[in-house]
Nanobody
Framework: QVQLVESGGGLVQAGASLRLSCAAS????????MGWFRQAPGKEREFVAA????????YYANSVKGRFTISRDNAKNTGSLQMNSLKPEDTAVYYC?????????????????WGQGTRVTVSS
């Protein structure tokens, strides 16, 4: 079991930045792919970014590429999502997730463990 706790969400204006954090506990975090997903009201959960266990493979959704940066610190069992130039369409609940698989996946159903989410609201 891996327990994940997100933090760092909030209400910001368009163009601002936020940094989301994901604290992991339980099994060795470095064994897992880490992903960030988001879900806006009335919409399905969508992929945002993911990073392999060693940080060598990183993927971003086209909608956030160039604005968001995913990273992880296995020594501290933490991950983060730096979000710059935020837009109103980035408004959603953001979830951290961990996947026991080897390959980095952009599919939510692949992920085995999820945090409770942190809300990000971007006003125009």
């Amino acid at each position: 079991q891996v327990q994940l706790v997100e933090s760092g969400g909030g209400l910001v204006q368009a163009g601002a930045s936020l940094r989301l954090s994901c604290a992991a506990s339980g099994r060795t975090f470095s064994n897992y792919v880490m992903g960030w997903f988001r879900q806006a009201p009335g919409k399905e959960r969508e992929f945002v970014a993911a990073i392999s266990w060693n940080g060598f493979s990183i993927y971003y959704a086209n909608s956030v590429k160039g604005r968001f940066t995913i990273s992880r610190d296995n020594a501290k069992n933490t991950g983060s999502l730096q979000m710059n130039s935020l837009k109103p369409e980035d408004t959603a609940v953001y979830y951290c997730a961990a996947d026991r698989g080897v390959r980095v996946s952009t599919t939510p159903t692949t992920y085995d463990y999820w945090g409770q989410g942190t809300r990000v609201t971007v006003s125009s």
